[in-house]
Nanobody, 124 residues
Framework: QVQLVESGGGLVQAGGSLRLSCAAS????????MGWFRQAPGQEREFVGV????????YYADSVKGRFTISRDNAKNTVYLQMNSLKAEDTAVYYC?????????????????WGQGTQVTVSS
């Protein structure tokens, strides 16, 4: 069993930055593919990015590429999502998720464990 707890969400003006954290327990973040997803009101949950279990390779959705960065701290068993140059369309509930399969994936159905989500609101 893996427990994931997100934090760091809040209200920020357009152009600003936020850093989300995802603290894991039950399994080390270095042994799973760790993804970030988001869901805006009335929309489906969408892929934001992922950091691979091996060597920490990262992959991002086109909509956030160049603005968002995923990193992990194995000693703290925590994954981060640094969000810069935020836009109003980034407003959503952000979720972290863990995929135990060693193959990196972007589909929500591919992930085994999910956090409860943290709200990010970007005002324009």
């Amino acid at each position: 069993q893996v427990q994931l707890v997100e934090s760091g969400g809040g209200l920020v003006q357009a152009g600003g930055s936020l850093r989300l954290s995802c603290a894991a327990s039950g399994r080390t973040v270095g042994s799973a593919n760790m993804g970030w997803f988001r869901q805006a009101p009335g929309q489906e949950r969408e892929f934001v990015g992922v950091i691979s279990w091996s060597r920490g390779y990262t992959y991002y959705a086109d909509s956030v590429k160049g603005r968002f960065t995923i990193s992990r701290d194995n000693a703290k068993n925590t994954v981060y999502l640094q969000m810069n140059s935020l836009k109003a369309e980034d407003t959503a509930v952000y979720y972290c998720a863990a995929r135990l399969n060693r193959v990196v994936a972007t589909a929500t159905s591919a992930y085994d464990y999910w956090g409860q989500g943290t709200q990010v609101t970007v005002s324009s």
